[in-house]
């Protein structure tokens, strides 16, 4: 995955192409970053970001969250190889707990996620290849076709298993080989679905779905800010 990057567009997106067999029905093993939780139970810590976490992140000076205002989070999910894992994640330290209660639910009713990390540098300038699929919150980054922030950039938003839930606008898909999920209709899991748990989860902590959204539809974004 991630090896083919894609022709650009005049936008500077990848161009769209057909989705490759091998993923219309995505159900790819989880590499571990952390190890499994004992006993294949849910656990979860809130912690201060470590200094070497914060270095691997997409944080820096100009960003407009500080890092005494990010939380470090550690979480269990279910993979798509159907064994649990232990996630990483940055959040605004407003939204931690609330989070580490959504994720608790989808391990509870055996959601898959495939990846669960925190996002790296390299990936906002990397050539696009339409494959990625990680689910994550703080990203500093502007929204994306535009010059202010993204919820993203202040760890209020979280996208989920974003390949099984593309962002679209126009022509625009993101990530770009995944228009085989645009088809809703047909359920496969990684989905997330209006009125589903997951839509759900969120909605009790308050965060909405941009799933409901006309235009853009952001199926993979979940956000404390209506952004």
Same mark, same amino acid.
């Given at each position: 995955?991630?090896?083919?990057?894609?022709?650009?567009?005049?936008?500077?997106?990848?161009?769209? +192409?057909?989705? !490759?067999?091998?993923?219309?029905?995505?159900?790819?093993?989880?590499?571990?970053?952390?190890?499994? !939780?004992?006993?294949?139970? @849910?656990?979860?810590?809130?912690?201060? &970001?470590?200094?070497?976490?914060?270095?691997?992140?997409?944080?820096?000076?100009?960003?407009?969250?500080?890092?005494?205002?990010?939380?470090?989070?550690?979480?269990?999910?279910?993979?798509?190889?159907?064994?649990?894992?232990?996630?990483?994640?940055?959040?605004?330290?407003?939204?931690?707990?609330?989070?580490?209660? &959504?994720?608790?639910?989808?391990?509870?009713?055996?959601?898959?996620?495939?990846?669960?990390?925190?996002?790296?540098?390299? +990936?906002?300038?990397?050539?696009?290849?339409?494959?990625?699929?990680?689910?994550?919150?703080?990203?500093?980054? !502007?929204?994306?076709?535009?010059?202010?922030?993204?919820?993203?950039? @202040?760890?209020?938003?979280?996208?989920?298993?974003?390949?099984?839930?593309?962002?679209?606008?126009?022509?625009? &898909?993101?990530?770009?080989?995944?228009?085989?999920?645009?088809?809703?209709?047909?359920?496969?899991?990684?989905?997330?679905?209006?009125?589903?748990?997951?839509?759900?989860?969120?909605?009790?902590?308050?965060?909405?779905?941009?799933?409901?959204?006309?235009?853009?539809?952001?199926?993979?974004?979940?956000?404390?800010?209506?952004?």
């Amino acid at each position: 995955m991630g090896a083919h990057p894609l022709p650009l567009r005049a936008d500077g997106f990848g161009e769209i +192409e057909p989705t !490759p067999p091998e993923l219309v029905n995505r159900a790819l093993p989880t590499k571990d970053v952390l190890p499994p !939780p004992p006993g294949d139970r @849910y656990a979860s810590t809130i912690s201060a &970001v470590p200094p070497d976490v914060l270095a691997r992140s997409t944080w820096q000076a100009a960003c407009p969250v500080k890092p005494v205002d990010l939380r470090y989070l550690t979480m269990s999910f279910w993979g798509f190889d159907g064994r649990a894992h232990t996630g990483e994640m940055l959040v605004n330290a407003k939204g931690a707990a609330g989070i580490t209660k &959504v994720f608790g639910q989808l391990f509870a009713a055996r959601f898959p996620l495939e990846e669960m990390r925190v996002t790296a540098p390299a +990936e906002l300038t990397a050539p696009p290849t339409g494959d990625g699929n990680s689910t994550s919150a703080f990203v500093c980054r !502007p929204a994306r076709g535009q010059t202010t922030w993204s919820a993203h950039a @202040y760890g209020l938003a979280v996208d989920v298993n974003p390949f099984c839930n593309p962002y679209t606008q126009g022509d625009l &898909v993101l990530p770009e080989l995944a228009s085989a999920y645009l088809d809703r209709a047909d359920r496969r899991p990684g989905m997330v679905l209006a009125g589903d748990a997951t839509v759900r989860a969120f909605a009790a902590i308050g965060w909405t779905w941009g799933g409901a959204w006309t235009s853009p539809k952001d199926r993979m974004h979940f956000t404390a800010t209506g952004h």
